[in-house]
T-cell receptor, first 112, second 113 residues
Framework: QKEVEQNSGPLSVPEGAIASLNCTYS??????FFWYRQYSGKSPELIMF????GDKEDGRFTAQLNKASQYVSLLIRDSQPSDSATYLC????????????FGSGTQLTVLP | DGGITQSPKYLFRKEGQNVTLSCEQN?????MYWYRQDPGQGLRLIYY???????QKGDIAEGYSVSREKKESFPLTVTSAQKNPTAFYLC????????????FGPGTRLTVL
């Protein structure tokens, strides 16, 4: 059974620091990996995705993928109070008809 | 503006009632999905549809039904057989092909009275 696991947190970092969010997955055949941000009471919004080993940067966000270790992470540089939200990791497995499996999310609080 | 709309935003259901949640998209996406989110938990897949007139059960389909008569629309009915329907319901859509990212509507919060 496919599983996606995240530390539930809460994770607190001071403003301006780097926030590191981690996700592990069990299906070695997983192909694509997504990070969503969800503010309280709102729907998830896509931050970025990654499908090749290594790092992918987009502004203050960097996704890191290590398929050998079945590990994907999201780094948020220069964290701002507006980054306070729950971050969901999602994984697309092979031949899964475009389904995603979501982790339970990590709650991040950026302290001013 | 392209996007996904869901209605209503809030819905209250009495015991034994069926209710239908609306989801419409004008993104020309082939695939559409329904998820349920309970407090402090991730998203669980209820149903999904890759093309018109075809849909498949997800992980928690019992007590729910869907239809896909038009590419733009994917309504979800929560039946009286769903014993614990109070939750946040999210509709999503995706374009065909990799990497498979999904985009979400604003959600419907259903409460059973």
């Amino acid at each position: 059974q496919k599983e996606v696991e995240q530390n539930s947190g809460p994770l607190s970092v001071p403003e301006g620091a780097i926030a590191s969010l981690n996700c592990t997955y069990s299906d070695r055949g997983s192909q694509s990996f997504f990070w969503y941000r969800q503010y309280s009471g709102k729907s998830p919004e896509l931050i970025m995705f990654i499908y090749s080993n290594g790092d992918k940067e987009d502004g203050r966000f960097t996704a890191q993928l290590n398929k050998a270790s079945q590990y994907v992470s999201l780094l948020i540089r220069d964290s701002q109070p507006s980054d306070s939200a729950t971050y969901l990791c999602a994984v697309k497995g092979p031949g899964s008809a475009r389904q995603l499996t979501f982790g339970s999310g990590t709650q991040l609080t950026v302290l001013p | 503006d392209g996007g996904i709309t869901q209605s209503p935003k809030y819905l209250f259901r009495k015991e034994g009632q069926n209710v239908t949640l609306s989801c419409e998209q004008n993104l020309n996406h082939d695939a559409m999905y329904w998820y349920r989110q309970d407090p402090g938990q991730g998203l669980r897949l209820i149903y999904y549809s890759q093309i018109v007139n075809d849909f498949q059960k997800g992980d928690i389909a019992e007590g729910y039904s869907v239809s896909r008569e038009k590419k733009e629309s994917f309504p979800l009915t929560v039946t009286s057989a769903q014993k614990n329907p109070t939750a946040f319901y999210l509709c999503a859509s995706s374009i065909g092909g990799p990497p498979g990212e999904q985009f979400f509507g604003p959600g419907t919060r259903l409460t059973v009275l």
